[in-house]
């Protein structure tokens, strides 16, 4: 224990002294981009500022879809039923250890169904675990605690979210004509993978229990956190005209979640399984429908949600700019195709692994980067004889594995946990160093035969 509480401590100090909120954080990358295009990829400034400018709509789309992960399963989260459920999982753990690795895991499951479950799990069950711990007189470190919830986040590329995975199985896709349709049983689903995993959720949850500082140091869930959250509610409505009526009768809701999960499951009958971020959106939708209390209650969950999607709305277009102008001035090009120029049949995966992890401190969009990067991977592994699913998972593993470091996604974590990014990202340094040994260990064992 002692050892990862000495590892944890000066990042810990790193982060809290040096680490820009991340707002700043992508300002700085976008200087830093313009630059590497000026100096690096010999791009005049006028076509770096014009790639830039145009790229900023880009992702607008899946700014979007974005918003809405957030908004309709921070909804469900807070519904009755999902609130007793959690109230339920936060008595569970009986010691710190056990809380910290509860958190963990419930974060790293959620994650494995999809990334914003995961988040969003992670987030509530942390904070419900602090809650129900000090009503017992338990003591946490309520960021690590917090940190443990954004660790799980560090396999959801593994799970049935993955973008890298669904977009190559999906037929047209824009790399189709040079590696055809890889299935998801060749990617996800595969043993290596599973087991993969396995083996790093298994980590993390041993060694967040292990970061506990000593007990002097230790910060302790906000007073204000503990008070009961007043639930919305359609009590009040008044029964005297048909409009406030109609306000709280659940059946309306009832009838549209019942609608959304029709269409869903019609989907998934048809068209057999898959998974995107549409159908993830609905699902989260039609079970928040399911559980409210009325029309009125939904809509008053929705607003209590509102506070997490601000960040993501101003920050998003910015990270678009970046995308654009490292495809529009080649910047993304040369990151990679040095990469590729050092790689053999063995280790071309362990290099897309540090490449793609490079790559998405600039671009945290799994899709966004895979379209950067893979075009330039697919043909290395041709040439070299490398089957593309390992490209895949490689750019994948890569994608996940510095978001233990890149502040972006902690946003709506941090809007229901009460913390600022500064107090957990100390910690999930020492997650992005024990799974860059796993991540890319397990690339270069697969690379070897094994």
């Given at each position: 224990m002692r050892f990862f509480q000495l590892l944890a401590r000066p990042f810990v100090a790193f982060v809290e002294?040096?680490?820009?909120?991340?707002?700043?954080?992508?300002?700085?990358?976008?200087?830093?981009?313009?630059?590497?295009?000026?100096?690096?990829?010999?791009?005049?400034?006028?076509?770096?500022?014009?790639?830039?400018?145009?790229?900023?709509?880009g992702l607008l789309a899946f700014t979007t879809q974005i918003c809405i992960t957030l908004l309709t399963a921070h909804a469900l989260a807070h519904t009755d039923k999902v609130q007793d459920l959690l109230r339920r999982i936060g008595n569970i753990p009986n010691n710190p250890a056990g809380a910290y690795a509860l958190v963990v895991f419930s974060a790293g499951?959620?994650?494995?169904?999809?990334?914003?479950?995961?988040?969003?799990?992670?987030?509530?069950?942390?904070?419900?675990?602090?809650?129900q711990c000090a009503k017992r007189g338990i003591r946490l470190h309520y960021p690590l605690l917090v940190a443990s919830a954004y660790a799980g986040?560090?396999?959801?590329?593994?799970?049935?979210?993955?973008?890298?995975?669904?977009?190559?199985?999906?037929?047209?896709?824009?790399?189709?004509?040079?590696?055809?349709?890889?299935?998801?049983?060749?990617?996800?689903?595969?043993l290596h993978n599973g087991v993969l995993a396995l083996i790093t959720l298994a980590t993390i949850t041993v060694i967040c229990p292990l970061m506990r500082p000593p007990e002097q140091e230790l910060v302790e869930i906000d007073p204000a956190l503990l008070k009961e959250q007043t639930q919305a509610t359609?009590?009040?409505?008044?029964?005297?005209?048909?409009?406030?009526?109609?306000?709280?009768?659940?059946?309306?809701?009832?009838?549209?979640?019942?609608?959304?999960l029709g269409y869903i499951g019609y989907s998934l009958y048809t068209k057999g399984f898959h998974l995107n971020?549409?159908?993830?959106?609905?699902?989260?939708?039609?079970?928040?429908?399911?559980?409210?209390?009325?029309?009125?209650?939904?809509?008053?969950?929705?607003n209590n949600a509102s506070s997490t999607i601000g960040p993501v709305l101003i920050q998003y277009p910015f990270y678009a700019g970046i995308l654009g102008m490292m495809q529009g001035t080649g910047l993304a090009s040369i990151i990679s195709d040095w990469f590729t120029s050092i790689a053999s049949a063995q280790s071309l995966g362990f290099f897309a692994f540090l490449s793609a992890g490079l790559v998405n401190l600039?671009?945290?969009?799994?899709?966004?980067?895979?379209?950067?990067?893979?075009?330039?991977?697919?043909?290395?592994?041709?040439?070299?004889?490398?089957?593309?699913?390992?490209?895949?998972?490689?750019?994948?593993?890569?994608?996940?594995?510095?978001?233990?470091?890149?502040p972006f996604w902690t946003i709506p974590l941090l809007a229901i946990a009460g913390l600022h990014m500064r107090q957990i990202m100390g910690y999930t340094f020492v997650i992005f160093l024990v799974t860059m040994f796993l991540f890319g260990g397990g690339l270069l064992l697969w690379g070897a035969g094994w």
């Open positions: 002294r040096y680490y820009p909120d991340p707002f700043v954080f992508v300002v700085l990358l976008s200087l830093l981009t313009f630059l590497l295009s000026v100096l690096l990829a010999d791009a005049s400034p006028e076509l770096a500022l014009t790639a830039w400018g145009d790229g900023l709509p499951i959620g994650s494995l169904i999809a990334w914003s479950l995961g988040l969003i799990v992670g987030a509530t069950v942390a904070k419900e675990v602090a809650k986040f560090v396999i959801w590329h593994m799970g049935y979210s993955s973008s890298a995975g669904l977009f190559v199985a999906t037929a047209g896709h824009s790399l189709e004509a040079e590696m055809g349709i890889v299935p998801i049983t060749e990617t996800v689903f595969t359609a009590a009040a409505v008044s029964r005297k005209t048909l409009g406030r009526r109609l306000d709280g009768m659940r059946p309306l809701t009832l009838i549209l979640g019942a609608g959304l971020l549409n159908l993830v959106n609905w699902s989260f939708l039609a079970a928040g429908l399911l559980l409210a209390r009325s029309p009125l209650h939904y809509v008053q969950l929705i600039f671009i945290p969009s799994g899709g966004g980067q895979w379209a950067v990067q893979g075009p330039i991977f697919i043909e290395a592994a041709q040439n070299l004889g490398v089957e593309p699913s390992i490209i895949v998972l490689a750019v994948a593993y890569g994608d996940q594995w510095t978001n233990m470091i890149q």
